[in-house]
């Protein structure tokens, strides 16, 4: 195996044969460098930044993805105005073709129904998925894609897979890629290599990663 992608980490990776997506919290002073970021707006900071940091930040060379953004019941904020915001990245993600990165906490069904409304040529992708095979499956029917972490239900794995719409990341976690990798190769029964090929074919459209990556 050649490289391991992280599709979401906070903590970019030093290896060189780790690719990483690093969330960027815009709240803060930051540079980008090389590699790849993704910009957004939590739900859990609606109101503390304006949406014109993320409207400059997505049309940098280095920014292949916008958020994490999405909708979380556990937050503070009103689930309407977090719509609201959630939507104008949406917009913003389609406009400049980046897929968005999703945050979503016991809120499926207005997910669902935000992606409803929408006609996307770009990927959504569900970051840090924890729900069972059932959710899962319902998801992947609206065009979701979904990423996994240091913990996940078996049955949406499983489901992913099949569905050819698997990602991989370590999000705040102190394993790393690899050791995810792993678990995820382990559990469906198939090699790190095949996993590899599966997740560098789901990301390449959109990062243009070059033949030697794979």
């Given amino acids: 195996m050649s490289h391991y992608f992280d599709i979401h980490t906070h903590s970019p990776s030093v290896k060189q044969n780790v690719i990483s997506v690093v969330s960027v919290d815009i709240r803060q002073s930051f540079t980008l460098k090389s590699g790849y970021y993704s910009v957004g707006i939590h739900p859990w ?14 049309e940098h060379p280095h920014v292949v993805a916008i958020g994490e953004t999405g909708l979380d019941k556990l937050a503070s904020t009103p689930l309407k105005q977090q719509e609201e915001l959630f ?23 207005e997910l669902i129904a935000i992606r409803r409304r929408f006609t996307s040529g770009i990927p959504w992708i569900i970051h840090g998925f924890r729900g069972n ?3 899962a ?20 794995l499983r489901a992913a897979w099949e569905t050819h719409r698997l990602y991989a990341e370590t999000d705040d976690a102190t394993i790393s890629i690899k ?29 243009g990663l070059p033949e030697s990556t794979y």
């Fill in 45 to 58: 900071h609606v109101g503390t930044v304006g949406l014109s940091i993320v409207e400059t930040m997505a």
């Fill in 87 to 109: 939507i104008a990245q949406i917009e913003l993600a389609e406009k400049n073709r980046k897929p968005l990165i999703i945050h979503c906490v016991k809120a499926w069904p």
């Fill in 133 to 135: 095979g059932i959710i």
């Fill in 137 to 156: 499956r319902q998801l992947l029917r609206f065009g979701f894609y979904l990423s996994f972490g240091a913990h996940f239900n078996p049955h949406a």
């Fill in 179 to 207: 050791e995810i990798y792993v678990r995820i190769a382990s559990q469906l029964s198939i090699t790190e290599e095949a996993l590899n090929q599966e997740i560098n074919e789901n990301i390449s459209a959109w990062i």
